[in-house]
């Protein structure tokens, strides 16, 4: 069984950042560098969204256009870990975040259907 556990989150006053750290275990047999990785979000009374992902070799990302600029996704794959830099955070930015992979090797996707390993979340909350 595949298990992902975030952290990193808190509260931040607007124009901070935060990293938040992803850690992939239970993966066995398989190798990490084989999957892409996920950030999602999902703010109170939202449905969850997209905000970025890395290929498994870690040379392509996707942004959603509302973090663009601002959030940097990075892995290592070494460590087992996916990362994601926060910067210039927004209040809009407050949601729980949310890593999440799939189960196929050398697949991405920015659709949260598409996924099939969660973590259970960290929050960010940002004051104005």
């Known amino acids: 069984q595949v298990q992902l556990v975030e952290s990193g989150g808190g509260l931040v006053q607007a124009g901070g950042s935060l990293r938040l750290s992803c850690a992939v275990s239970?993966?066995?047999?398989?190798?990490?560098?084989?999957?892409?990785m996920d950030w999602f979000r999902q703010a109170p009374g939202k449905e969850r969204e997209f905000v970025a992902s890395?290929?498994?070799?870690?040379?392509?990302?996707d942004y959603a256009d509302s973090v663009k600029g601002r959030f940097t996704i990075s892995r290592d794959n070494a460590k087992n870990t996916v990362y994601l830099q926060m910067n210039s955070l927004k209040p809009e930015d407050t949601a729980v975040y949310y890593c999440?992979?799939?189960?196929?090797?050398?697949?991405?996707?920015?659709?949260?259907?598409?996924?099939?390993?969660w973590g259970k979340g960290t929050l960010v909350t940002v004051s104005s």
């Open positions: 890395i290929s498994w070799g870690g040379t392509n990302t």
């Open positions: 999440a992979t799939s189960g196929k090797i050398y697949f991405r996707s920015s659709s949260p259907g598409a996924m099939d390993y």
């Open positions: 239970g993966r066995s047999g398989r190798t990490f560098s084989n999957y892409a």
